[in-house]
């Protein structure tokens, strides 16, 4: 027993950083994403004996992906179990207008962190529309192209972001 903690104490150091940095990637918070890398290393320690040679990284990252998954999936839940209690206090239009001004401030300070891993095509339409809040007419009239390359410009970076950021809500 004591050989087997002491291997896993070795397992633990040698990919802590690279399952929590694929678990930061998921929650985006740093304490969140520490406190679920342990979780995920007791899952893997408990999940040790079903373990069946089929390459020991990926089968850690995907328990901890899994892990970090359900625990962004709780925290949501837990944000539509606040709101609904906030909702149903009724609060005034002026609530309502700082809630939705929270909001939006949490999207775009969302899209600027993840800019940089735009396409360098993409960034400058998503920028204009989401950050700077331009129609597709002041687009168009600065890019000097026709408002349709626009429209398929921004269409085509939506697709990009729902292909690598699945779980990230951009709309």
Do not use: C
């Not at 969140?32 to 040790?48: G, P």
């Not at 040679?53 to 901890?64: D, E, V």
């Not at 539509?80 to 005034?92: K, W």
């Amino acid at each position: 027993m004591e050989g087997s903690d002491h291997a896993f104490r070795v397992l633990v150091e040698k990919y802590r950083n690279d399952l929590f940095r694929v678990i930061y990637a998921v929650l985006r918070d740093q304490k969140e994403a520490e406190d679920a890398t342990q979780e995920a290393f007791m899952k893997i320690y408990t999940s040790l004996p079903q373990y069946e040679n089929q390459g020991l990284k990926t089968w850690m990252t995907r328990i901890a992906v899994n892990h970090a998954i359900d625990v962004k999936r709780k925290r949501e839940r837990r944000r539509e179990e606040v709101s609904d209690r906030i909702t149903a206090f009724e609060l005034p239009a002026e609530q309502e207008t700082v809630e939705s001004a929270i909001i939006k401030k949490e999207q775009h300070d969302l899209i600027k962190k993840r800019m940089n891993e735009l396409p360098t095509n993409y960034r400058d339409v998503i920028y204009g529309f989401y950050i700077e809040e331009k129609s597709y007419q002041q687009m168009a009239e600065e890019q000097q192209v026709q408002v349709k390359t626009v429209e398929t410009k921004l269409y085509r970076a939506r697709h990009w972001m729902k292909q690598h950021w699945k779980e990230d809500d951009f709309s």
